[in-house]
């Protein structure tokens, strides 16, 4: 008989799936995003600072997790921030610095991204 896996045990937000995609996303734009070129130094190259912050207003809702307006307010941070990185990587592939499989690739983790956020976010809406 094989032994039950015990479930997985979350102890920081490092452990948690939703951060672990959007880091790994990140790390991918911020690599991606040296290849732009030096007219865009301080214009589009702002993706590397929406996607890190996706990842650092995670690590703050889950430090203030116990203070349910809190956390929630750091999840609408997150949620800002990753649609804001959409944005830019729709830019990067209009201008071509990005292949437009790249771009479908990471728009899709920050769906991803998005909709764990949303279902940790949103309580029921009280009307129909």
Request: proline content about 4%; aromatic content about 12%.
């Amino acid at each position: 008989m094989d032994k039950e896996e015990e479930p997985r045990k979350i102890k920081t937000h490092e452990d948690l799936g939703i951060y672990q995609k959007a880091f790994n996303a990140a790390m991918t734009i911020f690599d991606l995003s040296k290849q732009f070129p030096a007219e865009e130094r301080y214009s589009l190259t702002d993706i590397r600072r929406s996607s890190r912050s996706v990842c650092a207003n995670f690590a703050e809702a889950w430090r203030k997790r116990r203070y349910k307006a809190s956390f929630i307010a750091k999840l609408n941070d997150c949620e800002s921030e990753a649609a804001e990185t959409q944005v830019w990587l729709k830019f990067a592939v209009k201008c071509q610095y990005i292949s437009v499989e790249e771009g479908r690739d990471l728009y899709s983790t920050y769906n991803q991204v998005l909709s764990g956020l949303v279902k940790v976010n949103y309580p029921p809406l009280p009307f129909g």
